[in-house]
C-alpha cells in the first residue's frame, strides 16, 4: 500500500498503543455500547411489538428463538473477532500492508460464510424447533420467524465481519452510527408492518431483514471509500491464505465456542419451556432486560480485546497486562450498581414487555436471581476477551465448553433430578457455568506467557 501512514492519518483509526489505557478503554466502549444497544434493539423491538400489539404465543415464540438464531451467527462472529484480533495486532505493528491482506481476506470470507450459513439454518430448522421443545401453539410463529431471518442471513454476517474491522483499528463510532440508522428503520417497519399491516411475526422479521440489509450496504460502502489501511478495493478483494490460516487459527476456536454455547443454550431453553407458557413469558422479559445489563460489560471487554491486541502487536506486554486489570476493575463496579438497581426495580423491567401479571411475576423472580451474580460473568468475559486479544484463543474455547457448556448440561441433568419441578436449579444454571468458565480462564492466565502467542512477524 503506498504511503500507509499518510492514509492512515485521513482515516478514523485509533492507536491505542500511546495514551491513557482507561482513557482508551471508556472511549472505545461507549459508543460500541450504544451501538451494541441499538444492534441488541434488533429483537428487543421485535419482542415488543408483537408483546403488545399481536399476541401471547407471538410474544414466546420471537422472545425465545434468541438462542436458535444466535447459533447460526456465533459461527460467523467468531470469525470476525480472529480477524478482528489479527487486524489489530498488525495495526498495533504499524504493518498496514498485512492490515490490508487481513481486511480483503476477512471480508471475502464473510460473504462465503454467510451463504454457508443460510442454507445450514434453513435445512437445519425443523429439527432446532424440535430440539428446542417449541410448544405447538408458539411453533407456526416461531418457525414463521427464524425461515426468514436464516434465508437472509448474508447481510448480518457481513456487516458483523466489517463492524469487526472497524474496531479492530480503534474505530467504535462509525459501527455505533450504522447501528443507529438500521434501528430506527427497523422500529419504524416493526410498528407499520405490525400495526398497520397486521402481519404479526412475519412483519417483525421482515422489517429485522430490511434493516440488516441496510446496515450491510452503509458498512460495506465505509470500507470501499475509506482511504486507509482497511479500505476495500474490488480488484485486491481476495483470500490470502497466510491470512486466512492466521484468522483460522485465531477465529476457530472462538467460533466453537460461540456457536457450541448458543447450541446448549438450546436445551437451557428446553428446561425453561417445559414449565410452561407463563415460565417462558418470564424468562423472556428476564432475557431482554439481561441483554441490556450485559451490553457494558460486552463493550467494555470489547475494547479490551482490541487494546490488547494492538499493544501486544507492538510487543507492549505490560500495558496490556494493565488494562486487564483496569477493565476487571471496571466490570465489578458496574455489576455492583447493576446488581443494586435492578433488585429494586425488578417488576417495573418485566413489565415493560408484558403486562400479565403471572409473566411479571417470573421475570422478576429470574431477574432478582440471576443479576446479582453478574460478576461471575464479568470475570470470565474481561479474561477471555483478554485471552483471544493476546491471541491465545483456544483457552476461553476449552473454558466454555468445558465450564459453560458441559459443567452446565450436567448440572441442569442431574439437580433437575434431584429437584424436579422445582425452577430455582434451572435459575442457576447460566451463572454456575461462569462460575466454573472464570475458575478455569484464571488458573490459565496466572500461569501463562501472555505474549507467547503474539501473531506479528517482527
Given at each position: ?10 482515516s ?12 482508551h ?8 455500547l ?14 415488543w411489538?408483537?408483546g ?66 443460510s ?9 432446532i ?15 414463521t ?18 463492524a ?26 416493526d410498528l ?48 490470502h ?24 443454550n ?24 439481561a ?33 486487564i ?5 471496571m466490570n ?9 438497581a ?6 417495573v ?47 476461553p ?6 465450564g459453560?457448556?458441559?459443567f452446565r448440561q ?6 433437575t ?12 444454571a ?12 484464571l ?12 501473531l506479528?512477524?517482527?
Open positions: 500500500m503506498s504511503e500507509p501512514e499518510k492514509r492512515k492519518k485521513k478514523k483509526d485509533v492507536d491505542m498503543t500511546e495514551g491513557s489505557i482507561s482513557r478503554i471508556i472511549s472505545f466502549a461507549i459508543p460500541l450504544v451501538g451494541n444497544l441499538f444492534q441488541m434493539l434488533y429483537n428487543t423491538v421485535d419482542t411489538v408483537v403488545n400489539y399481536a399476541s401471547d404465543a407471538a410474544f414466546s415464540a420471537v422472545g425465545n428463538v434468541g438462542p436458535a438464531l444466535n447459533m447460526m451467527i456465533a459461527f460467523a462472529m467468531g470469525l470476525g473477532g480472529g480477524a478482528g484480533i489479527v487486524i489489530s495486532q498488525y495495526y498495533g505493528a504499524h504493518q498496514y500492508d498485512r492490515v490490508n491482506d487481513a481486511v480483503h481476506t476477512a471480508m471475502l470470507m464473510s460473504a462465503i460464510l454467510g451463504a454457508i450459513l442454507v445450514t439454518g434453513v435445512t437445519l430448522l425443523p429439527g424447533l424440535k430440539l428446542m421443545k417449541v410448544p405447538a401453539d408458539i411453533y407456526k410463529d416461531a418457525h420467524y427464524l425461515f426468514l431471518l436464516y434465508a437472509l442471513m448474508i447481510p448480518p454476517v457481513i456487516y458483523n465481519i466489517g469487526g474491522v472497524l474496531r479492530a483499528v480503534g474505530d467504535s463510532s462509525r459501527p455505533f452510527y450504522i447501528m443507529v440508522v438500521s434501528c430506527i428503520v427497523n422500529i419504524i417497519l407499520l408492518f405490525v400495526i398497520k399491516f397486521n402481519w404479526g411475526v412475519l412483519g417483525v422479521a421482515v422489517a429485522t431483514s430490511i434493516a440488516q440489509f441496510i446496515s450491510c450496504i452503509i458498512v460495506l460502502w465505509i470500507l470501499f471509500t475509506e482511504d486507509g489501511p482497511i479500505k476495500l478495493s474490488l480488484k485486491k478483494l481476495k483470500i491464505r497466510d491470512m486466512m490460516s492466521k484468522i483460522i487459527n485465531v477465529g476457530i476456536p472462538a467460533a466453537i465456542q460461540m456457536c457450541i454455547t448458543s447450541f446448549s438450546l436445551f437451557v431453553q428446553s428446561y425453561i419451556n417445559a414449565f410452561g407458557g407463563t415460565v417462558m413469558g418470564g424468562w423472556t422479559a428476564y432475557n431482554k432486560v441483554q441490556i445489563i450485559q451490553l457494558p460489560i460486552q463493550s467494555i471487554t470489547t475494547a479490551l480485546s482490541t487494546f490488547v491486541g494492538q499493544n501486544l502487536g507492538k510487543g507492549q506486554l505490560d500495558r496490556a497486562k494493565r488494562s486489570l483496569i477493565s476487571t476493575l465489578y463496579g458496574f455489576c455492583i450498581v447493576a446488581g443494586v435492578v433488585f429494586a426495580s425488578a417488576p423491567l418485566a413489565r415493560f414487555f408484558n403486562s400479565n401479571p403471572a409473566i411479571v411475576e417470573m421475570g422478576t423472580y429470574f431477574l432478582r436471581h440471576i443479576v446479582p451474580v453478574y460478576f461471575l460473568l464479568a470475570t470470565y468475559q474481561t479474561f477471555s476477551a483478554a485471552l483471544r486479544g493476546a491471541g491465545h484463543a483456544k483457552v474455547m476449552f473454558a466454555m465448553l468445558g459453560g457448556v458441559a450436567l448440572y441442569l441433568f442431574v439437580l433430578h434431584l429437584f424436579p419441578g422445582n425452577i430455582l436449579p434451572v435459575t442457576y447460566y451463572p454456575a457455568g461462569w462460575l466454573m468458565a472464570g475458575i478455569i480462564l488458573i490459565y492466565y496466572s500461569k501463562v506467557d501472555l505474549a507467547s502467542n503474539r506479528v512477524e517482527d
